[in-house]
């Protein structure tokens, strides 16, 4: 094994950097590696709830490890399924090919989710296939539609497949992407009537043994029958706005947004034991199942490097239904800070302290909700595509006749997508740009930029350039829009992202553990540098389709 010294000048901290070239893992790889994706959190959190955190959780990392301040995504849309697959691939939903949550695919004129493969079947929920064996169709679910390789799968090619990978999340899509295509296990939760993780057959015909035995626990119910009420006193949420204010929406079946939650009663409107997932207990049980499966799988348990992902949804539940300045959403912070200090205490004890090493970041932000916006004066705003389209119909037929068919046969994730039947004979380009000067005029529409300039409005147009990097060839829609900033396609209440503004854009990243370096840097990183800069941390080679570069001042 060959050892590279190199000193790393011009960032906020000059250190030394390893680089280690071999076959395999390094030597000096950590037992386990956990990357921990916390979605929807807003770089700013860390400022804004620091004051009340533990010292064990994201103090613990910020003060012992490495935190890049001005770390974003370099792309849009920001969106979960695109942001997991982007940071575990090391590159952008145009090589990577998870383009969004769902979305339209012109040859069956319908959309597909990013994590669907009809050909597996779940394990762990009801339901019968064709054969009758007792697999259930909402676990069909695989890594399938990403076209690239993953951190974990290159560590488990570069040990001959004895390193072990598994992916956790209460979302299907946070569970099964981070973990890669060659993982060991992927589990997701199933609410409904059970309050079971669940898995797809793509990983294994039957459950694990301690999977199996935490599900037989029912920890949902337990953590549903103990309520929600704020973890402090009230006058310690001072930076949010009131309990019950106009811009938060309450649960199903709730008359509004206030605490105390009797969450056993909101249960029968609200899915269910799902009700669990927009709620801190949603956490809890996330890592009360971390824990289960490294005790189950013996993660760390060896000098062979494990990979653990977990990725905690509950926080984008109660962004979307409350937004980015409720006392729900702080007090879901503050408990969750709880709850990463009971992890890394467990992996200190379970795999003993500095033979982890963790990375924490985001898969998008969220906006200021529009409403809250609006009644402070700031310019925010809904929109909503339905008379855009209408009036986009209405000028097509003027301009070139009625074609007796829609022009416009999707309009989704911010993307036009022109029927080709409709629009047969007709100049692609022409019409593209006419279609684009057509949106350009509809209030709350930045820009709207055709197909076939994007590349060219890319090199010199910043929000073009993160549009190409979002879109993928043959895939995306013919005309892309960008709607002005802190404006949404959303309801009044709660909030949403998938912008290439800063505030969908800029997220937490800290890097803690064996071989990090202690520092920070406020030089801008981006999302697609982290898997680079953990595959050096291990030694291994860079997922496939990488286009980042690793981090080099925090590599030890």
Known sequence: MTTIVVFAIGCNIETKMVVKTGTGASEDSPNLIIGIIIDQMRADYLNRYSPHFSEGGFARLQEDGFTCYDHHFGYAPTYTGPGHASIFTGTTPAIHGIVANDWYLRENKGSVYCASDDSVFGVGVDGVDKDGTVFGSSGKMAPTRMLTSTIGDELKLSTGMKSKVIGISLKDRGAILPAGHAADGAYWFH????????????????????????????????????????????????????????????????????????????????????????????????????????????????????????????????????????????????????????????????????????????????ATVPSLGASEGLPTGYWSHGNMQERIEEALDLKYGNRNSDWIENVSNNSIFISKSASAGVDKATLQRFIADLAIEEDGILQSFPLVDLATRAAVDPFAEKIYAGHRQGVSGDVLLVMQPGW?????????????????????CIFYGSGVNYGSTHSRTYISDIAPTVASILGTPYPNGTTGSPISNLLD
Do not use: Q
Request: charged letters at 25%; one cysteine or more.
């Open 191 to 366: 609410g409904k009537d059970k309050g079971h993780f669940i898995t797809s057959t793509y990983y294994g015909e039957e459950m694990t043994v301690w999977a199996k035995e935490f599900n037989e626990k029912a920890e949902a119910e337990r953590l549903i029958n103990l309520g929600w009420d704020l973890l402090r006193a009230p006058d310690t949420y001072d930076a949010c706005w009131p309990d019950n204010n106009p811009f938060e929406g309450p649960f199903v079946g709730a008359l509004k947004a206030t605490f105390p939650y009797d969450l056993e009663a909101l249960k029968e409107k609200n899915g269910g034991l799902d009700v669990l997932k927009g709620t801190p207990g949603g956490n809890t049980i996330l890592v009360d199942f971390a824990l289960a499966a490294i005790e189950g799988e013996g993660l760390g348990a060896d000098e062979i490097t494990d990979m653990l992902t977990l990725s905690f949804s509950s926080t984008d539940y109660i962004g979307h239904r409350c937004g980015s300045h409720a006392m729900e959403t702080m007090d879901m912070y503050l408990r969750l800070d709880l709850e990463l200090e009971r992890f890394f205490n467990s992996l200190d004890e379970k795999v003993g302290e500095g033979n982890w090493t963790v990375f924490v970041t985001a898969d998008h932000g969220g």
């Open 488 to 508: 949404l396609t959303y309801g009044r209440t709660g909030t949403s992202h998938g912008s290439p503004f800063v505030y969908d854009t800029h997220v937490p």
